[in-house]
């Protein structure tokens, strides 16, 4: 089946910009993450959906990041006022949810975005 | 505050021996532990995982052990193939959180023919 897809695959944009970046989470999944990987590091968590809402946005870095999923399936990444250091690639993941249970996350192949 | 660390950042091992790749936590409350597999311009993709109750998890040529009282978990594939050259990511969560996952800065195997 379809796996999670995310796009663009890569966006260069300019410092002060707006830009969003879109995900497609395996179908039925429930559970949604965005994570940031910067270049020579892992993966850094930045927000967590359960269905349509926000269950955990502790890892936004700051007011300029924003994410939606108002229907509970695609996500979308807002950053407003781009700045260089928000260069990264931004991962996304998706996973069935259970009771107590851990259940695998499933990862998109990221958008490379590249602020000049 | 690294939470999980990998402290090498590179391997290098000949076919057919045994890949070594190790990991170090801080937190003492994580409750499972995770490999992940990342190939350039792919996802990370999920390799073998361990509960803190166990010690010791096997899946086929890979085994993945944990040292709680050392905060020290290590991945061992045998034998090492050349489609094992990849980045891995040794990862962590909190159980009953959101299930983030904590990941360290990773380690890339090179496995030479």
């Known amino acids: 089946g379809a796996g999670v897809s995310q796009t663009p695959s890569n966006k260069v944009t300019e410092k002060g910009k707006y830009v969003e970046l879109r995900c497609d989470p395996i179908?039925?999944?429930?559970?949604l993450y965005w994570y940031r990987q910067s270049l020579g590091q892992g993966p850094e968590f930045l927000i967590y959906?359960?269905?349509?809402?926000?269950?955990?946005d502790s890892g936004l870095p700051n007011d300029r990041f924003f994410a939606v999923r108002p229907e509970g399936s695609v996500s979308t990444l807002k950053i407003q006022r781009t700045e260089r250091g928000d260069s990264a690639v931004y991962l996304c993941a998706s996973s069935s949810t259970g009771s107590g249970t851990y259940n695998e996350q499933f990862f998109g192949p990221g958008t490379r975005l590249t602020v000049l | 505050d690294q939470q999980v660390k990998q402290n090498s950042p590179s391997l290098s091992v000949q076919e057919g021996r045994i890949s070594i790749l190790n990991c170090d936590y801080t937190n003492s409350m994580f409750d499972y532990f995770l490999w992940y597999k990342k190939y350039p311009a792919e996802g990370p993709t999920f390799l073998i995982s361990i509960s803190s109750i166990k010690d010791k998890n096997e899946d086929g040529r890979f085994t993945v052990f944990l040292n709680k009282s050392a905060k020290h978990l290590s991945l061992h594939i045998v034998p090492s193939q050349p489609g094992d050259s990849a980045v891995y990511f040794c990862?962590?969560?909190?159980?009953?959180?959101?299930?983030?996952?904590?990941f360290g800065s990773g380690t890339r195997l090179l496995v030479r023919p």
């Open positions: 959906f359960q269905g349509t809402g926000a269950a955990d």
């Open positions: 179908s039925g999944h429930t559970a």
């Open positions: 990862a962590a969560l909190l159980w009953g959180s959101s299930y983030k996952l904590i």
